[in-house]
DNA sequence: TAATTGACCGATC
DNA sequence: AGATCGGCCAATT
């Protein structure tokens, strides 16, 4: 598997990712298939074209945490694109039991298709 | 080729 | 709750 699969299959994840709902660095990872690469996540989401439309914000570190340092430009774009989407951040963390994605549960939880 | 860096994670203190 | 530390893995230098 070249490198630039590995790409694709994250954001091929990443813009699965539903609105209104969140995942981890970690998450991603796994479900791309790579079981400890969360880091290559973070390359891959800073190497996406802008033209993909990624929805970048919806992906963020263990604990509901912002991984961007807070302050900065995007800290505050993601914040706002996540209320955007209906998602509750307060103080820079989103409550992951009430907002994470996880895919197989995501049917049984909340009948979706 | 080796060292450094980074949108990370988990356990531990 | 916040800080440290070791482990991870790929891209960059």
């Known amino acids: 598997m070249d490198s630039h699969a590995v790409l694709q299959s994250i954001?091929?994840?990443v813009a699965a990712i539903p609105a209104g709902r969140v995942s981890t660095y970690g998450e991603?990872?796994?479900l791309a298939g790579l079981p400890r690469g969360a880091r290559q996540v973070g390359h891959a989401l800073g190497k996406a074209p802008a033209s993909l439309h990624l929805p970048w914000f919806r992906v963020i570190a263990t604990g509901g945490r912002?991984?961007?340092p807070k302050g900065t430009r995007?800290?505050?774009t993601q914040i706002s694109k996540l209320r955007a989407d209906g998602v509750a951040v307060e103080n820079g963390r989103v409550r992951l039991t009430a907002f994470q994605w996880t895919p197989d549960l995501d049917e049984m939880i909340w009948g979706l298709r």
């Open 74 to 76: 995007g800290y505050r």
């Open 28 to 30: 991603v990872a796994k």
């Open 11 to 13: 954001w091929r994840v």
């Open 66 to 68: 912002i991984a961007l």
